[in-house]
């Protein structure tokens, strides 16, 4: 048993198939076979399965690569010691996130870190949020999105450093008869026409819930799922639309104005997701107190159209972090 043959097998867990584990490590896919198969010879029970045209890791498997992801965190720990004063600090960190997270911090990260921070890479990746975890593979630092009702991120295979919890709002043009109320209930806003996302997505689910307190179905004028394009057409119309109080102010000019939603505690929570190992690395730890910071300043005090109020509190990164 070899690391690098460990490292294929979590891999493989994360990423879901030997074509996109190839990808990633820059080897073929015959080569990632191959090791799979020296690595199953130390073993009776079978570590991986066929599911149709894929190649899952079974139980058994996923143990060994639960422990694969220990091991690589216990030897970056080792070696951050002997290197304490050694880290690279011109390695690019990668940092991914979702496309509203984008367009609000990625500039700000650039311009407030003032020469302190290593270079920073930006990749926008807005993917389902099963798929956020499955990122750290190929980006040091991911910025995810969750919804509290949903499963937790796996915590035996990424870190998470919470950000904030970002209300959703109802979105209307500040001339609409309904913004002249501080709060929305769903028994006055469900018989106007709506702009949401696609069905399946968020904020689509959220107006599922409205109606279902409402007890009666929207009428959807418009499915988008990006939320500047979204508060365009709100913008441009008597839509109403679902919008994240913070990150979609960026992308919204004075017509449209936010409005919580009265007995509905909708919202997203921001995640920071890591691998555990990277967790061992200077520059990482930085760029992640970076963002923490970044964040802040982005929640700390919310603009409305009568003045400014506080907001979250935030938690504090793990331990190790």
Request: hydrophobic fraction near 40%.
């Given at each position: 048993m070899e690391?690098?043959?460990?490292?294929?097998?979590?891999?493989?867990?994360?990423?879901?198939?030997?074509?996109?584990?190839?990808?990633?490590?820059?080897?073929?896919?015959?080569?990632?076979?191959?090791?799979?198969?020296?690595?199953?010879?130390?073993?009776?029970?079978?570590?991986?399965?066929?599911?149709?045209?894929?190649?899952?890791?079974?139980?058994?498997?996923?143990?060994?690569?639960?422990?694969?992801?220990?091991?690589a965190s216990?030897?970056?720990?080792?070696?951050?010691?002997?290197?304490?004063?050694?880290?690279?600090?011109?390695?690019?960190?990668?940092?991914?996130?979702?496309?509203?997270?984008?367009?609000?911090?990625?500039?700000?990260?650039?311009?407030?870190?003032?020469?302190?921070?290593?270079?920073?890479?930006?990749?926008?990746?807005?993917?389902?949020?099963?798929?956020?975890?499955?990122?750290?593979?190929?980006?040091?630092?991911?910025?995810?999105?969750?919804?509290?009702?949903?499963?937790?991120?796996?915590?035996?295979?990424?870190?998470?450093?919470?950000?904030?919890?970002?209300?959703?709002?109802?979105?209307?043009?500040?001339?609409?008869?309904?913004?002249?109320?501080?709060?929305?209930?769903?028994?006055?806003?469900?018989?106007?026409?709506?702009?949401?996302?696609?069905?399946?997505?968020?904020?689509?689910?959220?107006?599922?819930?409205?109606?279902?307190?409402?007890?009666?179905?929207?009428?959807?004028?418009?499915?988008?799922?990006?939320?500047?394009?979204?508060?365009?057409?709100?913008?441009?119309?008597?839509?109403?639309?679902?919008?994240?109080?913070?990150?979609?102010?960026?992308?919204?000019?004075?017509?449209?104005?936010?409005?919580?939603?009265?007995?509905?505690?909708?919202?997203?929570?921001?995640?920071?997701?890591?691998?555990?190992?990277?967790?061992?690395?200077?520059?990482i730890n930085?760029?992640?107190?970076?963002?923490?910071?970044?964040?802040?300043?982005?929640?700390?005090?919310?603009?409305?159209?009568?003045?400014?109020?506080?907001?979250?509190?935030?938690?504090?990164?793990?331990?190790?972090?």
């Amino acid at each position: 048993m070899e690391l690098h043959q460990l490292r294929i097998l979590r891999e493989l867990g994360d990423l879901g198939s030997v074509n996109a584990v190839a990808k990633a490590l820059y080897v073929s896919p015959s080569a990632v076979s191959q090791h799979l198969a020296a690595l199953q010879r130390g073993f009776d029970a079978p570590l991986t399965r066929k599911e149709g045209r894929s190649l899952v890791l079974t139980p058994q498997g996923q143990l060994l690569a639960t422990a694969a992801a220990a091991v690589a965190s216990t030897l970056a720990e080792a070696t951050s010691k002997i290197h304490a004063h050694e880290q690279a600090v011109d390695t690019p960190i990668r940092v991914a996130g979702f496309h509203s997270i984008g367009q609000t911090i990625f500039a700000p990260l650039l311009t407030t870190s003032d020469g302190q921070l290593p270079p920073l890479r930006f990749f926008d990746e807005d993917v389902s949020q099963q798929d956020f975890p499955s990122l750290t593979s190929s980006y040091d630092l991911v910025l995810a999105h969750r919804m509290p009702h949903t499963a937790p991120w796996p915590s035996d295979r990424v870190s998470v450093v919470p950000l904030a919890f970002e209300p959703l709002d109802i979105a209307l043009h500040r001339d609409h008869p309904l913004a002249r109320f501080e709060k929305l209930t769903p028994t006055q806003v469900i018989d106007e026409p709506w702009v949401v996302s696609k069905a399946g997505y968020s904020p689509a689910d959220v107006l599922e819930t409205i109606a279902a307190l409402a007890g009666s179905a929207p009428q959807v004028e418009h499915r988008v799922n990006d939320y500047a394009t979204a508060g365009a057409l709100v913008q441009a119309s008597n839509c109403l639309g679902i919008l994240p109080r913070f990150t979609a102010r960026k992308s919204l000019d004075d017509s449209v104005t936010l409005r919580p939603i009265h007995g509905l505690n909708s919202g997203r929570q921001i995640d920071l997701l890591v691998r555990a190992e990277h967790l061992h690395r200077r520059p990482i730890n930085e760029v992640i107190h970076a963002i923490r910071r970044t964040v802040r300043r982005l929640v700390g005090t919310e603009h409305t159209g009568e003045g400014t109020t506080s907001t979250h509190a935030f938690p504090g990164p793990p331990a190790d972090a």
